[in-house]
């Protein structure tokens, strides 16, 4: 048998869970895909089944309100709205204009524009004014933006999260650069995070490794206490 590379088995493991768990066609997400690759912007959106994991975590706490750093082409926003009841609300905050052109365009088709609430600017720059319009009681956020930031943008939603929700921090372990002390300044945050983390009472959180055909990754999963 020829020799496969770690790499190959985990990406044959996604594509295998691809054609059995979501053999089932989704237009709207397809060619939000297509069109993300087609516009030339990175294709570092969630995996399908990363994907579908947000999913369930937002309808195991019933979200109604939803909070996204980092929309790229709206993929995960799409698939996040969707779970939303009709009064729901998702937020989701992008840097780059073309990238959120591309993301409203596929959230308009995918049905969503009612229910999703896109801000184009540096995330750090929109808190303020969500604050101000009275953000918040969030169920769910996804941080999935700037890497270096993810701290600040967990504490920014923290105090505006709900008792029970749940904050969700994509890539703080980037093929484990987060276990080096002189890592660049994107790992050297999620070290950051997690001393953090450890000081705050309000939070039961864990991180996760996962593999799969983005390669060694993880996310850190935090439930917001009383
Ligand atoms: N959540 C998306 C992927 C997001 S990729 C998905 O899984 O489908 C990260 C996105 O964050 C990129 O589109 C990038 O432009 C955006 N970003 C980078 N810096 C940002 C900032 N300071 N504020 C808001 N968004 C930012
Ligand atoms: C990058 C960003 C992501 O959100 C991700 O899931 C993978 C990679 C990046 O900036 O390289
Ligand atoms: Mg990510």
């Known amino acids: 048998m020829p020799e496969r590379s770690d790499q190959d088995t985990y990406r044959a493991v996604d594509a295998f869970v691809l054609e059995t768990l979501f053999a089932a066609p989704d237009p709207a997400l397809e060619v939000a895909l297509a069109d993300t690759a087609g516009a030339g912007m990175p294709q570092i959106q969630v995996t399908p ?5 947000l999913a369930i975590l937002c309808r195991a706490v019933n979200a109604h309100r939803i909070l996204e750093f980092g929309t790229l082409g709206g993929y995960s926003t799409i698939v996040m709205a969707r779970t939303l009841p009709a009064d729901g609300l998702l937020t989701t905050l992008e840097f780059d204009p073309g990238h959120a052109a591309v993301a409203w365009r596929n959230i308009e088709r995918a049905g969503l524009a009612d229910m999703v609430d896109l801000r184009v600017g540096p995330a750090l720059d929109s808190l303020p004014l969500l604050a101000a319009e009275g953000a918040g009681h969030f169920d769910f956020v996804f941080i999935d933006a700037d890497k270096a930031n993810t ?3 967990f504490a920014w939603s923290l105090d505006r999260t709900r008792p029970g929700g749940l904050i969700l921090a994509d890539n703080v372990i980037r093929h484990g650069r987060i276990i080096d002390p002189d890592a660049d300044p994107d790992a050297a945050a999620q070290r950051t995070f997690h001393e953090y983390l450890a000081d705050e009472p309000r939070v ?8 799969g055909a983005k390669g060694h990754d993880g996310f850190t999963l935090a439930l917001v206490g009383e």
């Open 151 to 153: 701290p600040a943008y």
């Open 49 to 53: 089944p990363q994907a579908r994991l």
């Open 204 to 211: 039961t959180a864990t991180t996760i490794q996962t593999v």
